[in-house]
């Protein structure tokens, strides 16, 4: 009686958990916004002096959309967004004249998200990079830029400094997911992978997932390549972030041994410093300004 019981009591308890996976998968279409509509991002625009352009290029054979402001003979400021995400969620630093009167801000819909072959995953944080490389080509100006990635654009915009380094002047590191050891093997995740929940998950939700599954994997890759980063690097990482542990921050610290590296650390901070601190973005981006172009200045 005793076997019966305990047997049963399991199979309730897996029924409660395939029920809450099954609401939980049928309620994320609703309570999750990814990406702004191309509406929303006219009307926040409608009244401002300076509006953005949208260009999309062909590399690798896909589609990489992304949003530019500002003269390209002005040094250019790449932002890469986390993971899901779009080009938009840097939206706010667009309407920020005291940055696109002082560079020519992109903001890139990684690959397949947004506007850039949406629903179709690069796992490779390589790939992206190469995929993202040529926006580091498009700009007039003879100053390299500089990459702003948040949270898992951060290492694309640490391998972009990895894999061409002539080609960025400056990485601003933003909650970033770099620490493979830091990254938590999540039970859910391989759920969601597997017919039906594949199948009920939004599309951005399901190429996060696909992406964040081998990252683990693709940051050990990254771990010998560390020591070839020269460039500035800043950090802000916030000190009550659960999503990306405040160790990321300290990983970065010891791992850039040939860089010039500084550390923010926000108290009571979660992940989302784009939103709650931008302000902390755009010093760090104007402070980067301001050194390369006396750097340049130097040499020249």
Not at 59 to 64: L, P
Not at 213 to 221: D, N, R, S, W
Request: aromatic share 8%.
């Amino acid at each position: 009686m005793k076997r019966s019981t305990s047997w049963w009591a399991y199979i309730f308890r897996r029924r409660q958990l395939l029920l809450m996976l099954v609401l939980l998968m049928a309620l994320l279409p609703q309570c999750v916004s990814i990406r702004m509509s191309d509406r929303k991002i006219d009307d926040y625009f409608a009244n401002r002096p300076v509006k953005p352009t949208f260009e999309t290029i062909k590399v690798n054979e896909r589609s990489i959309h992304y949003a530019l402001i500002g003269a390209d003979t002005l040094p250019t400021v790449l932002f890469i967004h986390g993971s899901p995400g779009s080009w938009d969620a840097f939206i706010s630093f667009f309407a920020d004249s005291s940055l696109y009167n002082r560079a020519q801000l992109l903001s890139v819909d990684r690959p397949g998200f947004g506007k850039s072959d949406l629903g179709e995953p690069e796992r490779s944080l390589s790939a992206q990079a190469a995929d993202i490389a040529p926006l580091l080509r498009r700009n007039r100006s003879n100053r390299k830029p500089i990459l702003v990635g948040h949270s898992l654009g951060g290492p694309v915009a640490v391998r972009l400094a990895m894999d061409y380094p002539e080609q960025v002047g400056g990485l601003i590191l933003v909650a970033p997911s770099i620490d493979p050891e830091l990254e938590k093997k999540e039970w859910y995740r391989s759920i969601g992978t597997v017919f039906p929940f594949r199948q009920w998950l939004p599309t951005e939700l399901d190429v996060s997932n696909q992406e964040i599954i081998p990252l683990k994997a693709e940051l050990q890759k990254m771990v010998p390549l560390w020591t070839t980063i020269r460039i500035p690097v800043i950090v802000i990482q916030g000190d009550d972030d659960p999503l990306v542990p405040p160790g990321n921050a300290a990983f970065a610290k010891r791992m850039l041994t040939n860089a010039p590296v500084t550390i923010q650390m926000i108290p009571s901070m979660n992940h989302f410093i784009p939103w709650r601190r931008p302000d902390l973005i755009r010093e760090a981006i104007l402070h980067q300004l301001t050194n390369n172009q006396q750097t340049n200045a130097s040499i020249n």
